[in-house]
Nanobody
Framework: QVQLQESGGGSVQSGGSLRLSCAASRYIGSGYCMAWFRQAPGKEREEVATILSDRRTYYADSVQGRFTILQDNAKNTLNLQMNSLKPEDTAMYYC??????????????????????WGQGTQVTVSS
């Protein structure tokens, strides 16, 4: 079992930056697959960014060029650097992870159906 704890959320004005962190209770595994999802009130959960153990990444079109997903093996930590924030980025942000072998598509499919381990979320609010 792996516990994930998100931190770094808060309130920021449009154009500002935040850095989210997700601390895992132990090393996920050599086939780690880790992602950030978000869910705004009244909307479905959305995949934001995903990183695989081979460093391949996925970004949603809405955040491409503004957000960067970073994984620190030594610290069992996943980060999300969010720049040029917009009001539409307002949501609860969740960290998800598992040890999956099979490529980025397999990783994303697995986490999208809420497989693996999930944190409790951290709130991000962007005001205009």
């Amino acid at each position: 079992q792996v516990q994930l704890q998100e931190s770094g959320g808060g309130s920021v004005q449009s154009g500002g930056s935040l850095r989210l962190s997700c601390a895992a209770s132990r090393y996920i595994g050599s086939g780690y697959c880790m992602a950030w999802f978000r869910q705004a009130p009244g909307k479905e959960r959305e995949e934001v960014a995903t990183i695989l153990s081979d460093r391949r990444t996925y970004y949603a079109d809405s955040v491409q060029g503004r957000f960067t997903i970073l994984q620190d093996n030594a610290k069992n930590t996943l980060n999300l650097q969010m720049n040029s924030l917009k009001p539409e980025d307002t949501a609860m942000y969740y960290c998800a992870a598992d040890n999956i072998y099979g490529g980025l598509s397999t990783c994303r499919s697995h986490l999208r159906i809420q497989g693996g381990f999930w944190g409790q979320g951290t709130q991000v609010t962007v005001s205009s």
